[in-house]
């Protein structure tokens, strides 16, 4: 009795060790092998197998068997509903059979096929979720006595054990699946289209930096990609299985780009009520991306220049200097030099981050992309919409090829989407695309005009052009033509721009 009760303690612990293991599951096969070889133990069993249920073929197959006969009994498979383990995985219900010579439902073809008598026999159901995936079976006591109800409570808790392993190893592989589909997703998403000259040098010298971590500024003008060549660079890049961090330096205040950048401690402020992560931390062994960068103000510039000179930073109200290895990525489509020589930018921050410069390429600059780029989003539209036939005419195609687009990539995208939209579902037309792509572009100052005509329409189009180029925001078209917000927003009403 003694040494019953320390086998028994001994199999708790073992139990107690195995579901420990079950939540990380990292060798399924090997997993299932040991819980069943422990209850084959525990219960002092003659044999035991693990059926799996097969819902396509709705047969039960041999995933672990145990006994003299283990290996001999793979080769079989059960219907669903035959035989005990078949019963119990139609009905859902244990079963503890103590002859199974007086049982109507036992199938004793295996038996006699591999030479294997057999007296009683214990099944529970394995179950994920409420759904059966198999059942658990023990076959005879070793020393000759009979299966008890106390063995067919034991043998629950180990179906449970194994329907768990089973249920997080499907729900990993799940998890796997879908990180594979999303990263494919995601690398369609962020891919760069185009095979100019302009464009194929940009890459190659991307795709050489993209083995350093030296720092990398990216410049061009509003939506020319540059987030899409920092994320070629960080996936092609000895950091491409850590984290990518996006930050627009120009969409946020001081105070909150330096809480997104650090994060803060508990308290620091009102509000502050649980400590914060920050861009930085999350990004470390990583890649953070600063987009914008020429928008930061003086105090984020020196904050930033310390992370780059230290490798460390403090969260907001926080005095514990925090290491992180970052490969840091920033963009900007501000004349970074002159705002340097003019005392907007530090000298010293633009040398920490410009240790490697790339420039993207306007679309204008790359015309032969401009065909690709069009049919590329008109796929994507089509998806969306389920417009399958719909095509680009000649005529559209030439005028988008012809126009300027100063917003770049950006604004051609807007302008499909909207011609899409608002087309007749089978043919994208000249009268589809925004107006201005039908219009002819600003042919220069023309003879008769008086110099106050031949001003206005300059200082119109020179307006026009750089609320284009901010994407209409006002704020920088100002700051880029070195006038006052509100002396612009009179010469809008003036000119009557919209």
Same mark, same amino acid.
């Given at each position: 009795?003694?040494?019953?009760?320390?086998?028994?303690?001994? *199999?708790?612990?073992?139990?107690?060790?195995?579901?420990?293991?079950?939540?990380?599951?990292?060798?399924?096969?090997?997993?299932?092998?040991?819980?069943?070889?422990?209850?084959?133990?525990?219960?002092?069993?003659?044999?035991?197998?693990? &059926?799996?249920?097969?819902?396509?073929?709705?047969?039960?197959?041999?995933?672990?068997?145990?006994?003299?006969?283990?290996?001999?009994?793979?080769?079989?498979?059960?219907?669903? /509903?035959?035989?005990?383990?078949? =019963?119990?995985?139609?009905?859902?219900?244990?079963?503890?059979?103590?002859?199974?010579?007086?049982?109507?439902?036992?199938?004793?073809?295996?038996?006699?096929?591999?030479?294997?008598?057999?007296?009683?026999?214990?099944?529970?159901?394995?179950?994920?979720?409420?759904?059966?995936?198999?059942?658990?079976?023990?076959?005879?006591?070793?020393? /000759?006595?009979?299966?008890?109800?106390?063995?067919?409570?034991?043998?629950?808790?180990?179906?449970?054990?194994?329907?768990?392993?089973?249920?997080?190893?499907?729900?990993?592989?799940?998890?796997?699946?879908?990180?594979?589909?999303?990263?494919?997703?995601?690398?369609?998403?962020?891919?760069?289209?185009?095979?100019?000259?302009?464009?194929?040098?940009?890459?190659?010298?991307?795709?050489?930096?993209?083995?350093?971590?030296?720092?990398?500024?990216?410049?061009?003008?509003?939506?020319?990609?540059?987030?899409?060549?920092?994320?070629?660079?960080?996936?092609?890049?000895?950091?491409?299985?850590?984290?990518?961090?996006?930050?627009?330096?120009?969409?946020?205040?001081?105070?909150? &780009?330096?809480?997104?950048?650090?994060?803060?401690?508990?308290?620091? =402020?009102?509000?502050?009520?649980?400590?914060?992560?920050?861009?930085?931390?999350?990004?470390?062994?990583?890649?953070?991306?600063?987009?914008?960068?020429?928008?930061?103000?003086?105090?984020?510039?020196?904050?930033?220049?310390?992370?780059?000179?230290?490798?460390?930073?403090?969260?907001?109200?926080?005095?514990?200097?925090?290491?992180?290895?970052?490969?840091?990525? *920033?963009?900007?489509?501000?004349?970074?030099?002159?705002?340097?020589?003019?005392?907007?930018?530090?000298?010293?921050?633009?040398?920490?981050?410009?240790?490697?410069?790339?420039?993207?390429?306007?679309?204008?600059?790359?015309?032969?992309?401009?065909?690709?780029?069009?049919?590329?989003?008109?796929?994507?539209?089509?998806?969306?919409?389920?417009?399958?036939?719909?095509?680009?005419?000649?005529?559209?195609?030439?005028?988008?090829?012809?126009?300027?687009?100063?917003?770049?990539?950006?604004?051609?995208?807007?302008?499909?989407?909207?011609?899409?939209?608002? /087309?007749?579902?089978?043919?994208? &037309?000249?009268?589809?695309?925004?107006?201005?792509?039908?219009?002819?572009?600003?042919?220069?100052?023309?003879?008769?005009?008086?110099?106050?005509?031949?001003?206005?329409?300059?200082?119109?189009?020179?307006?026009?052009?750089?609320?284009?180029?901010?994407?209409?925001?006002?704020?920088?078209?100002?700051?880029?033509?070195?006038?006052?917000?509100?002396?612009?927003?009179?010469?809008?009403?003036?000119?009557?721009?919209?």
């Amino acid at each position: 009795m003694d040494n019953r009760l320390t086998d028994i303690n001994s *199999s708790i612990e073992h139990i107690n060790e195995i579901s420990a293991w079950v939540s990380s599951v990292q060798d399924l096969d090997r997993l299932l092998e040991l819980i069943i070889e422990t209850a084959t133990r525990m219960m002092d069993a003659k044999a035991s197998s693990l &059926l799996m249920l097969d819902h396509k073929t709705q047969k039960l197959y041999f995933k672990v068997a145990t006994g003299v006969k283990g290996t001999d009994i793979k080769q079989f498979e059960i219907d669903l /509903g035959q035989g005990i383990a078949g =019963y119990v995985a139609q009905t859902g219900e244990p079963l503890l059979i103590p002859d199974v010579a007086e049982d109507p439902r036992w199938y004793k073809e295996i038996s006699e096929s591999i030479g294997f008598k057999t007296q009683s026999i214990a099944c529970v159901p394995m179950k994920v979720n409420g759904e059966i995936i198999g059942v658990v079976e023990i076959i005879d006591k070793a020393d /000759g006595s009979s299966i008890r109800d106390e063995d067919l409570k034991i043998l629950s808790v180990f179906a449970d054990l194994a329907a768990q392993a089973i249920g997080n190893a499907r729900k990993i592989e799940h998890d796997k699946k879908e990180i594979i589909d999303l990263k494919n997703e995601l690398q369609s998403k962020y891919e760069i289209i185009g095979e100019s000259k302009a464009l194929r040098k940009v890459i190659s010298d991307a795709i050489k930096v993209a083995s350093s971590k030296s720092t990398t500024l990216i410049l061009g003008e509003s939506g020319t990609g540059k987030e899409l060549l920092a994320r070629l660079i960080h996936r092609v890049g000895p950091r491409k299985d850590e984290p990518m961090i996006v930050l627009n330096c120009a969409a946020l205040p001081e105070t909150l &780009l330096e809480d997104e950048l650090f994060g803060h401690e508990k308290g620091a =402020y009102t509000g502050a009520v649980a400590r914060k992560i920050g861009k930085f931390e999350l990004a470390d062994r990583g890649t953070i991306f600063l987009d914008e960068i020429g928008e930061m103000s003086p105090g984020m510039q020196s904050k930033l220049l310390r992370i780059l000179q230290e490798g460390v930073f403090y969260r907001v109200g926080g005095n514990k200097a925090i290491p992180v290895d970052v490969r840091v990525i *920033s963009a900007t489509n501000r004349n970074i030099e002159e705002d340097v020589a003019q005392g907007y930018f530090r000298e010293d921050l633009y040398y920490r981050i410009n240790v490697v410069q790339l420039q993207m390429p306007p679309l204008r600059e790359r015309r032969e992309d401009i065909a690709l780029l069009a049919e590329h989003f008109l796929d994507i539209f089509k998806k969306e919409r389920g417009t399958s036939n719909l095509v680009i005419s000649k005529e559209a195609m030439d005028l988008m090829v012809e126009y300027d687009w100063p917003g770049n990539i950006r604004e051609m995208k807007n302008a499909l989407e909207r011609a899409v939209v608002m /087309g007749n579902g089978k043919q994208i &037309l000249p009268e589809d695309l925004p107006a201005f792509a039908c219009t002819t572009q600003y042919p220069g100052l023309e003879v008769g005009l008086s110099l106050k005509e031949a001003t206005d329409l300059f200082k119109k189009e020179f307006i026009v052009i750089n609320l284009r180029h901010t994407e209409g925001n006002r704020s920088r078209a100002a700051k880029t033509m070195k006038i006052q917000r509100t002396y612009l927003s009179r010469l809008i009403a003036k000119y009557g721009i919209t």
